[in-house]
């Protein structure tokens, strides 16, 4: 990576300026006292202070982030033990119909699952709210984890399971000391994918909420007709500055637990 | 596998943590008692002080939840699992909602202000003596205008929006009553026409207006006239009031020949759990002064005749957004058409879009 031409960096500039410029513009309109995002009058906190004061705003932030981290969390331990099971499975034609299910519900539209929750959960008498929530995003995001943990085990040598067994391990010593370390990076990248798909899902979500439940991307979505204020602007600021607080923090941890082992390729 | 094992409890530690600031919210949000009611309204339809309010005066605490389309609500209250007490549908979804068996009729002997409400926004067909339904807020359809990007035009009257000077300017609201309409009005007829005559002159009409169409689009026109990046568009008298309050050389005119005056409405749907909480609630929302605090915070109009002197003597006397008896004459409450006079509405429409540009 070290010589780059200047083309390629240029390119690059732009990329990152189309990714990040209507982020900030949100931002930079966040402190607008103007109260729209036509015209910058001049600077003021008071749409951040509007969020602190917003208590429902709150806690909708709060459910969120709740069912993001939980349901990426179940989704990610189901999503693994099924990767294991379609990776183990003898049977070929039985692992490749599994494969292909798994693979029509990752492109089958929002819209049609989460209909097809909201009648499922009526029919058996589920209570709409933070329940039917949970579980329709555990289920959507499975076949996500799936995909992203099942590259990981095809692409480990068989050869260190055999290994293994034969230096003595016992089967669960294989699981836990060889195949999932092995797999790690696929089922943090699998519990990631299904937390942003988590708290930006929309469609299914306004199925399934009721009772006083309800997320952020439904709150926002609401607002169209009567217009989203620049409370929301300051909110996504904020989970914006958040955000970028946890990766780097997450960065600066991974190397420090990385660098006294030395180097790797 | 220890690191999963750790990551799994760090998240799982602060969710926990989370649940538990959830928990304190709501309920230092809540101080009331165990009476609650849920609301299931339109985003930022209301001003939340009111319920902050409400819940002190009654003791009842407001569950509070909003959704974006009149058939994403109903969907979701025709399916159940829910236990919304009030809801706000459009007048075309209460009469959707009442022949689906959805609402429950109203008892006005427990919503005392309804007295309050103008009698002339009372008794409407699409809910004749408002047996289901009391009108929240109110509005007609007309042409939000730029004047500083134009050359001139006015419009009073549904022709200029054929006039060639406009060509590749006029934005159009993705609906196909309005947009029918638009042309119904034009010539005379009836926005609840059924005469598949009227409504073939209506089309054929509508697209010798093609090559002034610049684009079809929903919510956001709003944001297009703000930025003048847009100069004229066909809109709800809601959508111009936000256009207004952003960019002060917007106008917003109801054109003579006459157009639709559309209604969001408080029901009670069947799921309702807490129906006497609801009255509560309804009633509360009816007060005038109530009624104006909310009309201010909301910006549409409100059809709470008591309520207006309350108000800014400047909002309630522009006759943009709240017309005067004679200009009302020449406004249509939508009919529901039923299913097959809305298909060939819907069908009329999407020929019209297929054929633009």
Known sequence: MGKLSSLPKIYLTLVFVILYAPIFYLIYYSFNSGGGMSHFESFTLEHYQAVFQDTRLLIIVMNTVIIALLSALLSTTIGVIGALAIYFMKNKSARQTILSLNNILIVSPDVIIGASFLILFTLIGVKLGFASVLISHIAFSIPIVVIMVLPKLQEMSTSLIDAALDLGATRKDVMTRVILPYIKPGIFAGFFLALTYSLDDFAVTFFVTGNGFSTLSVEIYSMARTGITLTINALSGLIFLITIVLVLGYYIIGNKAKSPQGVRK | MRGLISSAAAILLVSGFLLFINYRLEHKAGSAGKDTITVYNWGEYIDP?????????EGIKVIYETFDSNEGMMGKIEQGGTSYDVT????????????????????????????HIDPYFMDLPFDPDNQYSIPY????????????????????SWDSLWDASLRQK???????????????????????STSLQELKEATDKLETMGPNVKAVIGDEVTQLMINNEASVALTWSGQAADMISENDEIDYIVPEEGSNLWFDNIVIPKTATNIEGAYKFINFMLDPEVAAQNAEYVGYSTPNISALSFMDEEITSDERFYPDEQARENLEVYENLGLETLGVYNELFLKFKMGLR
């Not at chain 2, 807020?137 to 009073?156: C, D, H, M, R």
């Open chain 2, 49 to 57: 002080d009111l319920l902050k309010e409400f819940e002190e005066k």
């Open chain 2, 137 to 156: 807020f109110w509005g007609t359809v007309g042409i939000a205008y730029n004047p500083s990007l134009l050359e001139g035009q006015t419009f009073e």
């Open chain 2, 88 to 115: 706000v549908p459009s007048e075309y979804a209460v009469q959707m909602m009442e022949e689906k068996d959805l609402l429950i009729p109203l008892d006005f002997s427990k919503i005392p202000n309804i007295q």
């Open chain 2, 170 to 192: 006029l934005i159009l609201v993705d609906s196909a009553r309005e947009v029918i309409g638009v042309s119904l009005n034009s010539l005379g007829y009836s926005l609840n």
